[in-house]
């Protein structure tokens, strides 16, 4: 018989992602197991995290500082608005270290099957800074860096039509054959956006 504090405990790591109710046992029994050296620095870690980290006003970043880091950094180019869908894929294109403009965190993508529409994003949000520049620098591009799904592509073509009157470029990140990707390896969707989205050389 598992006691209520353990059971509490596999309970609520079974709804983290990727994890079962097998897998949230497993993990429950290390951290009991470890209990010095990883559960109490933990329970503190999340302690912490819940007390100060708050979601940036400006981009919908996560951070401790408000604005966040992002939006502070004065040699960031204002000039340039990445738009994602989540603040794990603003993540993603930071630790790539390829992008020195501003980002702007939807929240998600529209589905009229769940109920999301553009006011449940932070849609008006992006409008009003495209519209309004950052930091008193107008936005001449808007990169709209959205994931490769039904929904990703239907926030896509929504924001397209509702940023054409701002007298902004808009781009799309591109699609298609990953670097050391084998064609015969891969899906048809996927070869299907590398051809469309082919480049001439020279």
Request: charged share 20%; glycine share 12%; hydrophobic share 40%.
């Amino acid at each position: 018989m598992i006691g209520p504090e353990i059971d509490r405990l596999i309970q609520l790591l079974s709804r983290l992602p990727g994890l079962g109710p097998r897998s949230a046992r497993r993990a429950a029994l290390h951290l009991i197991k470890k209990r010095e050296q990883l559960m109490d620095p933990l329970a503190e870690a999340l302690a912490g995290a819940a007390a100060r980290i708050r979601t940036c006003p400006v981009c919908g970043n996560l951070d401790t500082i408000d604005p966040c880091g992002v939006c502070r950094d004065a040699s960031r180019d204002r000039t340039i608005l990445c738009v994602v869908e989540e603040v794990g894929d603003l993540w993603a294109l930071e630790r790539t270290g390829a992008y020195r403009g501003l980002y702007h965190v939807l929240g998600g993508t529209l589905s009229a099957l769940d109920g999301i529409g553009p006011d449940d994003l932070a849609v008006p949000g992006l409008l009003a800074r495209v519209a309004q520049g950052t930091d008193g620098v107008a936005v001449r591009e808007v990169i709209l860096a959205l994931n490769a799904t039904a929904g990703g592509q239907t926030t896509a073509h929504y924001l397209t039509d509702r940023l054409s009157g701002l007298n902004v470029a808009i781009s799309r990140l591109a699609h298609g054959v990953p670097v050391g990707g084998e064609l015969d390896y891969l899906d048809d969707g996927t070869l299907t956006a590398a051809l469309r989205a082919r480049r001439t050389l020279g």
